[in-house]
């Protein structure tokens, strides 16, 4: 094969394999990359995606209640169309609470300039103060696109009622590390150990996954 030939090639190569990876990430065929729904799923009675098929309605979150640090009435409906990485919070708990900072942390670092991303510690003690939850050097917990709101309700109603974390599916069971990915409609998306270094990795992908898709239904409407 000559020079030119072997340049044609690359050439082409590179013209087509973003567009066939974008086509392989588009259709509904092929699951790759995409991050899957969680909770009960039921069909439209009248939407159809295409000729006789019926759309699939999904597991909302309900628009759950709580208080920012300074007291003010927040909805998780306030978070719209952002997607959202929601854990349990508190200085009291265990030694491995923090070890899920840590993880969030490196979340934050990877998603910090990215405005559609917002992380969401709840805070389950209501001994701790806002000068405690935020005087934590290591971990910027309350900058930009890391808040921390508090809750009245048991935290583990809100785990299991809401975010089904006793279901079969979540896989990591109820307790205070895990972390829970929602979509910009309150979709669950994703459960991960927040303990463990491969699971907040995972998060990532899946993040970067529903930023993907985010973008292409955004562009869609323009």
Known sequence: MSGKMKQAGILLG???????????????????GRAPFFGPKELHPTKKIKRDIPDTIFYQVPDLQFTDLDGNS???????????????????????????????AKLNDRFKDKPEVTLLSIVIDSADTKENLLDLPNYPVGNEG??????????????????LLNSEESEVGLNQFALVILDGDRHIRGYYDGT???????????????????????????
């Open 14 to 32: 590179i013209l087509i394999l973003p567009s066939l990876f974008y086509v392989i990430l588009s259709t509904g065929e092929h699951q790759i």
């Open 74 to 104: 927040t909805l998780l409906s306030d978070l719209q169309n952002q997607i959202v990485v929601v854990h349990f919070y508190c200085l009291s708990c265990y030694e491995s609470n923090f070890r899920v900072l840590e993880q969030m």
């Open 146 to 163: 890391w808040l921390v709101w508090r809750t009245n309700q048991d935290w583990s109603n809100i785990a299991e009622d809401a975010l």
């Open 196 to 222: 463990q270094y491969v699971e907040t990795n995972a998060a990532i992908d899946a993040i970067k996954s529903l930023r993907f898709t985010y973008f292409r239904a955004t562009k869609e409407k323009e």
